[in-house]
Structures are given as C-alpha cells and as structure tokens.
C-alpha cells in the first residue's frame, strides 16, 4: 500500500524526523554559545549556560583583610570587609575550615577560640573581631554564595574595543575577498574546458583533480612558503592569496565542472552553429547558467578563508600590521585559552559578517551542490 500513488511513504517521516533532530543538534550549542557570551567568567565557572535564568549557587574561599588594616573599637580589634563585590549575589553560609566550610548560617557569629570572632553577613560583608591586636596572616572565610542571573555586554566591549581589532577586521577583508574571486576566476575557465572542450588528457586532468581533494593542506605549507621565500613574496598579501587560491581550486573546479556538465547541450551547440567562439558561449552562456554553482564555492571559499588561522600565521605571520581577526581574537584569550566568556563573544563577533553572506547567498547553495547528482 506504500507504493500507491498518492500516499506518503513512512520514510519520508524517518527523513523529516531525522532533518530536525540534526537541526536541534546544531541549533543547541549555538544557542548555548550565544547565552555564554552575555555571561561573565564567574557564572560561566559556576554554572552551565542552561542554569543561565537561574539563580546559581557555589562554594568560594576568600581570606580577611591583613592585620594593618585593622581598627580599634573600645576593647575590641576589628577587620571588616566584604567577601563579595557589590551586587554579585548573597552569602548562604559560611565557615572557618575546609572541613566545614558551611557550619554557620549567614549573620551567625563563629567563635574561633583565643577571644577572635567571625561574623558574615547576607550581603557578604564580614566583621572580625579579637580582645588583642591581630598578628601574622588572617584566617581564611569558607563560604557559599548565591549569584542571581545576570547578563552583560561587558564581553563584547572588551572584544570590540580591542587594540588592532579594527586593522585586523580590514586585513581580513583584504586576505578574504581577493582570496575568494582569484580561484572563482580560474576555475570557471578550467571547469568549462574540462566539460565542453575535447583534448587529449582530459580525463586524467579529471583524475588528478579529484585525488587532489584528499591532500592535506599541511603538507603543502612548508614547501609553499618556501618557494614564496625565493619568489620574494613570503609574508606578503599576494603570498597568501595565491595559497588560498591553491587550496581551492580544486573544489572549485570540480564543482563548476560537475554543474556545467549538466547544462542543455542543446544550447551550446546551437551557439557554435551560429557562430559563436568558445569565449563566447563561455561569457555569455555558461557563465550566467552557472551562477548557483559560483554562488555555492564563493560561501564554502569565504568561510574557510574567513576562519582561517593557520594559513595566516604561516604565510602573514604574527605582524601587527597584518593579523588577522582570528589572530587579534586568539591573543584576547591569553596563554592559556582560559577567557571562556571572551571565547564565546569572539565567536559571535567573526561570524557577523560570513552570516551575511551566506543568507545573501544560501538560495544558490543546495542548487550548485546538487549539480551532475542527477542526469
């Protein structure tokens, strides 16, 4: 009954299933991603992005204020402070010892022997007080604070208003358009020869394109940079086009030469019956039909090229005048890659502008990777 026309198969159920399901999987940590960039580095220890409406309790250690900051009050010697900033919670409860740092509520007074006193507020202010002078170091105030949810932009200024961020936005733009047009260029010419043009060798050129697509890009880093060295180019813009370009071309024309297979021949035959040169039908005919398939390269080329950071140390290097927004991004996270909340507001800031293009272009997407699937 599943063959008759008219009704749904139950694939196609197990299709649409299996589409949202990889949806949410995608759409998930992307939502986290962006919920942690408006979330400072405290709460993003504490808690998940999921706790991120919530209020969020942990446990902190702070020590109390050094003996010269100490007042006399009458009989007593007092140190007072506070063990939370203002505004970023309450304290729950509190101790004297890391085997029980939660024995007393806040606003108890803690008796820690020899006429010394603890007492710590809700708010988080401490008061310590002692029948003598306080000497050496101060004890340590085991407590749980309570951090009701909060977001800030404080992330996104601090990315925005790096040092270089600026130049390295528009050393960017001059690595990635150039970048993404040159190997455009030269494969459209490429892929048509391939796919209209008959000559000797032309299906082992076919062969070398497609086993060209598995070679890792590392291993053509090292010889690439040393023969710009001899050219006289390494370290220098054009240095770093021609390698995107190299890297690209064979996806680029291997996905042109798919599409243009599949064009009517019809209407090409009919151009070199009137006429017409093979620059001609290429101009005027393959290039217009082939626009989707331009399209889909051009997003893949200027993502990759975009994101990129290896490339770019390798063949820019680590100048200040030539980062790039991915190297600026990288220093912002320190040594150690520790600046989660800058991490995750990093993301958001250099995805801004591959955003645009790809919802500029994404209609063209699936027509162009589709070519030649079917015949």
Avoid at 32 to 58: C, H, K, P
Avoid at 100 to 119: F, K
Wanted: no cysteine; glycine share 10%; net charge negative.
């Amino acid at each position: 009954m599943d063959n008759i026309a008219g009704t749904k198969s139950s694939l196609v159920w197990t299709v649409n299933l299996a589409v949202i399901a990889l949806v949410v999987l995608w759409t998930i940590p992307t939502f986290g991603l962006l919920v942690s960039s408006f979330r400072d580095r405290d709460q993003i220890s504490a808690s998940g992005w999921w706790n991120a409406a919530v209020s969020s309790e942990a446990n902190e250690i702070a020590r109390a204020g050094d003996a010269d900051t100490q007042l006399q009050e009458g009989d007593l010697w007092v140190i007072a402070g506070t063990v939370l900033p203002e505004g970023k919670g309450e304290v729950s409860r509190f101790g004297t010892s890391s085997r029980d740092p939660t024995a007393y509520a806040a606003g108890e007074t803690a008796d820690l022997g020899e006429g010394v006193s603890l007492t710590v507020a809700t708010d988080g202010s401490y008061r310590l007080t002692s029948t003598t002078a306080f000497e050496g170091r101060s004890p340590r105030i085991f407590f749980t604070a309570t951090t009701p949810p909060r977001l800030t932009t404080e992330n996104y200024a601090r990315v925005l208003g790096a040092e270089g961020l600026g130049r390295a936005f528009l050393n960017t733009m001059t690595v990635t358009i150039p970048a993404t047009v040159i190997p455009i260029l030269i494969a459209a010419f490429a892929a048509y020869a391939l796919a209209w043009m008959e000559f000797p060798g032309r299906a082992l050129l076919i062969a070398g394109i497609v086993g060209l697509l598995v070679v890792p890009l590392q291993l053509a880093l090292i010889p690439l940079l040393k023969l710009h060295n001899q050219l006289g180019i390494g370290k220098e813009y054009i240095g770093i086009w021609l390698a995107h370009s190299g890297f690209g071309l064979p996806l680029a024309v291997y996905l042109l030469r798919n599409y243009m297979v599949g064009l009517p021949r019809e209407i090409i035959e009919s151009a070199r019956v009137d006429g017409a040169t093979d620059f001609q039908i290429f101009l005027k005919i393959i290039l217009p039909l082939s626009f989707p398939a331009l399209a889909s390269f051009a997003i893949f080329q200027f993502l990759w090229v975009w994101n990129d950071l290896l490339v770019a140390t390798v063949f820019l290097g680590n100048n200040q005048d030539q980062l790039v927004m991915t190297g600026v991004l990288r220093e912002l996270l320190g040594s150690r890659g520790g600046e989660w909340e800058i991490l995750a507001t990093s993301a958001f800031v250099s995805i801004f502008v591959p955003l645009v293009v790809f919802f500029a272009m994404q209609k063209y997407l699936v027509r162009g990777l589709l070519a030649g699937s079917v015949k």
